[in-house]
C-alpha cells in the first residue's frame, strides 16, 4: 500500500514543484492534533491516552482529494473509505479522552484521510489532475494501535517521534 502512495507521490504529484511531498516514513493518519504542549504536560498526555482503548480493523485507501477543498487544493491526501469507521472511532475515543483530561486539542471536525503532500502555493492544475485520480486504488492497512507521536520542524521537514504507543487489546 506505501509503495502505491509513493507511486501516486512521485508519478502524479511529481511534476507539481510547489508541492512538499510527505515522507514515506512520515505517512500517518492524525486522530488528534496536539500542537504546542507543555513538556510538563507530556505525562498527563501519556497517562490520559492509556486509558483509551483502541479499535482494530482494516482500512481500504482509495481516491485522492484536496483540502480546504478539491478545487481549492492547500493539501493533497488520499482517503479513507471501507473501514473508515475505524479510524473514525479512534479519533472519537482519542478526542474524548483529551477533553475529559481537558487536554488542548486542535477541534477541527475529523476526516479519516492520509495527507500526502501540500501546496506552497496555489497551482490550478493540481485540482484537475486530482479529479482524474478520485478512484485510485492503493490497497488495505490494518489498524493494530494508536501513537501519540512528537513532531519537530527541521529545514529539511517534519521529523516524527513516537513517544507512546497503545495496542489494540490482544494485537
Do not use: C
Not at 36 to 48: A, M, W
Not at 102 to 128: E, N, Q
Amino acid at each position: 500500500m506505501i509503495e502505491k502512495v509513493v507511486g501516486f507521490q512521485r508519478g502524479v504529484l511529481g511534476g507539481f514543484d510547489r508541492l512538499k511531498l510527505v515522507e514515506p516514513e512520515n505517512l500517518h493518519f492524525t486522530l488528534a492534533f496536539l500542537g504546542e504542549q507543555r513538556e510538563g504536560d507530556l505525562e498527563k498526555i501519556v497517562h490520559t491516552l492509556s486509558k483509551v482503548e483502541p479499535v482494530g480493523g482494516e482500512v481500504e485507501l482509495r481516491g485522492v482529494g484536496g483540502f480546504p477543498s478539491p478545487s481549492n487544493p492547500r493539501v493533497v491526501f488520499v482517503e479513507a473509505r471501507r473501514g473508515s469507521e475505524v479510524i473514525t472511532e479512534n479519533a472519537k475515543r482519542v478526542r474524548e479522552a483529551l477533553e475529559g483530561a481537558s487536554i488542548w486539542y486542535d477541534r477541527t471536525p475529523f476526516t479519516p484521510h492520509l495527507t500526502v503532500a501540500r501546496l506552497r502555493s496555489p497551482d490550478r492544475k493540481l485540482a484537475g489532475t486530482l479529479m482524474l485520480h478520485m478512484d485510485d486504488e492503493f490497497g488495505v492497512t490494518p489498524v493494530s494501535s494508536i501513537r501519540l507521536k512528537k513532531s519537530e520542524l527541521k529545514p529539511s521537514g517534519p521529523v516524527y517521534t513516537t513517544i507512546q504507543e497503545y495496542h489494540v487489546k490482544g494485537k
